[in-house]
């Protein structure tokens, strides 16, 4: 599995960014995609998730409502809208998936359950 995440940048607080995420090489029939931050000092942390089982999604309590997640499938894209942007959203963010024989029920928060890792894109949130 491929992961590779762009799109990030400078934006002013209040504005939007799209990131994007490349994945692909999937070779099990179930996955989820998660995305991730990390700012300087500070643990990783997960902000949203896709499940390929039934297309669900689900977000950190932090972006709820101001950030999105979508998949592509035929450009093999993951996107990441996020909007209404906040200083302490600025950090590195990360895309990174699992892949399973089995279905996966839920999405998991844990970096430690992710196998693939993209590298990441800076977001930066500041006048």
């Known amino acids: 599995v491929q992961l590779q995440a762009f799109g990030g940048g400078l934006v002013q607080p209040g504005g939007y960014l799209r990131l994007s995420c490349a994945a692909s090489?999937?070779?099990?029939?179930?996955?989820?995609i998660g995305w991730f931050r990390q700012a300087p000092g500070k643990e990783r942390e997960w902000v949203s998730g896709?499940?390929?089982?039934?297309?669900?999604?689900s977000y950190a309590d932090s972006v709820q409502g101001r950030f999105a997640i979508a998949r592509d499938n035929a450009k093999n894209l993951v996107y990441l809208q996020m909007n209404s942007l906040k200083p302490e959203d600025t950090a590195v963010y990360y895309c990174?998936?699992?892949?399973?024989?089995?279905?996966?029920?839920?999405?998991?928060?844990?970096?430690?359950?992710?196998?693939?890792w993209g590298q990441g894109t800076q977001v930066t949130v500041s006048s």
């Open positions: 990174a998936a699992l892949e399973s024989v089995f279905i996966i029920m839920m999405i998991t928060t844990a970096p430690s359950d992710y196998t693939y």
């Open positions: 090489g999937f070779t099990k029939a179930n996955y989820v």
């Open positions: 896709f499940n390929s089982r039934d297309g669900s999604s």
